[in-house]
Nanobody, 130 residues
Framework: QLQASGGGLVQPGGSLRVSCAASGFRLDYYVIGWFRQAPGKEREGVSCISSGDDSTYYVDSVKGRFTVSRDNAKNTVYLQMSGLKPEDTAVYYC?????????????????????????WGQGTQVTVSS
């Protein structure tokens, strides 16, 4: 089970950290992805982090503003968001994809395609507004 948390209301330019905690399995062996969906828009892959070498992917619109990281001891993955913009407003979901082969994990991380992910957490709402 995945539990996403940390969403909220923040002003433009502000920061927020959302968390994805796993229970029942170790995140070490999973590629973890953050996805978002705004009303009337398709789901978008925001960021992914690999299970092997912690390689990462970011969609162009968040590069330089968002940072994904994992704390295996806490079995949690974080998405630190800064310089938030109104267009970042969405429900943010985390998802897990099992991959113990480093090369495969790296490829799937680079694709960050939600259709390839096995487990999904419930979403957490992030609203950027003044």
């Amino acid at each position: 089970q995945l539990q996403a948390s940390g969403g909220g209301l923040v002003q433009p330019g502000g920061s927020l950290r959302v968390s994805c905690a796993a229970s029942g399995f170790r995140l070490d062996y999973y590629v973890i992805g953050w996805f978002r969906q705004a009303p009337g828009k398709e789901r978008e892959g925001v960021s992914c982090i690999s299970s092997g070498d912690d390689s990462t992917y970011y969609v162009d619109s968040v590069k330089g503003r968002f940072t994904v990281s994992r704390d295996n001891a806490k079995n949690t993955v974080y998405l630190q968001m800064s310089g938030l913009k109104p267009e970042d407003t969405a429900v943010y979901y985390c998802a897990a994809l099992q991959s113990r082969i480093r090369a495969v994990a790296a490829v799937k991380t680079a694709r960050c395609n939600g259709d390839e992910f096995d487990f999904w957490g419930q979403g957490t709402q992030v609203t950027v507004s003044s």
